[in-house]
């Protein structure tokens, strides 16, 4: 009998490590190493409870709704202290799930020379896209646009841009402007008029701002970064079209949020409206067919990531009892289609992962010559066998299985099953497809694919 040995599973480590001269920047140009260590942590945890709520409710209905709201997001865009304790906690968390997801995306940075970062913050998702384009080798020139609420934040991503880019060797121009993104999003159909409007945009080069892109204005790549579950109901379901609109032909979109049930399966909702529009998932979804994880109420995805954590980071997670050893989220790469002919003319065979052979369906049961998916769940560990769910084209009407693998059935064919992380990519051959079951047999072969590359 095959010896298997019990364990944990497997947490995937992302390969950025902060410099240590990166972290005292951005301590500093915050002012968090301003602020007495009791008051950095308390002022932090009011920050996670306050994002917690929010993400449990997501009760915004319309733009009515929102007015509290706003008043509420004042807390941490206006008052210096929770501004300052959200750049110096949760910039240093979420720029590694940034530059991994690009990492792993196969994005060609040399098409990207301009970039808009929605709801930017501290400059959050501009930063790790700038470091992940140099971790490329991509040196050019770049142009940086961020739209915010807060004045405040706005400052300190300026501040923030212009370090890493002196830092990295990059130069180019940057935008930052203050707006309401619900306003924008509500008026879509005029985006060129509202645009100008707000100072960030002009329709002509006769502007009175040196600091103004001209009209129309579409750009190589669009970041979200925990910015849908701060908008109303109203808007999520439109924030697709503004993506839509802001990128251009061949563009490319990263939307990132918290591993929270409900903002996940939002963000999983906005990825379908996408792929009605023609665009594609590079990350980290394996085919273009509707998201399995709507299908049921139950059911959302979010990735998860060991990393070497700041040392400022492990001293307030001891002090407040938080733990960001594990950085949990939900995201999605996506491209647009190169024309608008492309646009809502998806057949069966678009929809397919690159890689996938033929599928022969013969009934109830039938065997998978060969399949390309990805691990979506932990490994669970039953008496006598181990069991994941796999997101993957295993035929039109199925896209998500349980695969399971009995403790008699482990094999050197299969052996590396037992020890799947989230998000794994994962080539299959030979397993059978058993009703909602992915039965991995003793000479069925499993082998992980260590750098996805980009779909096309």
């Known amino acids: 009998m095959t010896n298997v040995k019990f364990k944990k599973s497997r947490v995937r480590k992302t390969s950025f490590t902060w410099p240590d001269k990166w972290i005292h920047a951005i301590l500093n140009m915050s002012g968090f190493n301003k602020i007495e260590s009791q008051k950095q942590s308390i002022s932090v945890k009011m920050l996670s409870d306050y994002f917690l709520n929010l993400n449990d409710s997501l009760s915004y209905k319309s733009q009515d709704h929102c007015i509290e709201h706003a008043a509420q997001t004042g807390m ?46 501290p400059g959050t998702a501009l930063l790790g896209s700038l470091i992940a384009r140099k971790l490329s080798g991509e040196t050019s020139d770049i142009s940086l646009a961020g739209l915010d609420h807060s004045p405040g934040f706005l400052s300190l991503a300026q501040k923030l841009v212009q370090y890493f880019k002196h830092d990295l060797s990059i130069c180019g121009d940057e935008y930052f402007r203050s707006i309401n993104l619900e306003r924008i999003i509500r008026n879509t159909e005029n985006l060129q008029r509202v645009l100008s409007e707000s100072g960030l945009f002009s329709e002509s080069n006769q502007s009175s701002s040196s600091k103004a892109l001209i009209l129309p204005v579409e750009f190589d790549l669009l970041t979200a970064s925990n910015v849908v579950s701060e908008l109303s109901e109203d808007a999520r379901e439109q924030f697709h079209v503004l993506v839509d609109q802001f990128v251009r032909p061949g563009g490319f979109a990263l ?22 529009l023609g665009w594609t998932v590079l990350y980290p979804c394996p085919g273009h067919y509707p998201c399995p994880m709507l299908f049921r109420k139950r059911d959302w995805c979010h990735h998860r990531l060991t990393w070497t954590a700041p040392d400022h980071i492990t001293d307030i997670d001891r002090l407040t009892g938080m733990k960001k050893n594990l950085l949990n989220f939900s995201v999605f790469v996506l491209r647009k289609p190169e ?3 492309q646009k809502g003319t998806l057949s069966d065979s678009d929809a397919l992962p690159r890689t996938i052979s033929a599928v022969h369906e013969q009934g109830p049961e039938h065997v998978i010559p060969s399949v390309t998916c990805r691990v979506v769940s932990d490994v669970i560990h039953h008496k006598g066998r181990f069991e994941v769910y796999l997101c993957g084209y295993f035929s039109q009407q199925k896209q998500m299985l349980v695969a399971s693998l009995e403790k ?12 799947l992380a989230r998000y794994d990519q994962v080539h299959l051959e030979n397993a059978t497809v058993r009703g909602d079951r992915l039965i991995i047999q003793q000479q069925s072969r499993l082998t992980l694919l260590v750098n996805d590359g980009a779909q096309e």
């Open 76 to 121: 941490y865009g206006s008052d210096s202290h929770f501004q300052a304790a959200y750049a110096g906690y949760y910039l240093p968390v979420n720029i590694p799930k940034i530059i991994d997801s690009f990492e792993l995306s196969g994005i060609t940075w040399n098409t990207v020379n301009r970039i808009l970062d929605i709801g930017t913050g």
């Open 255 to 276: 939307l990132l949020e918290p591993a929270r049930k409900q903002i996940s399966r939002c963000l999983e909702d906005i990825r379908n409206r996408l792929i009605q």
């Open 339 to 341: 024309s608008a002919r």
């Open 408 to 419: 008699k059935h482990v094999s050197d064919y299969n052996r590396l099953f037992m020890d």
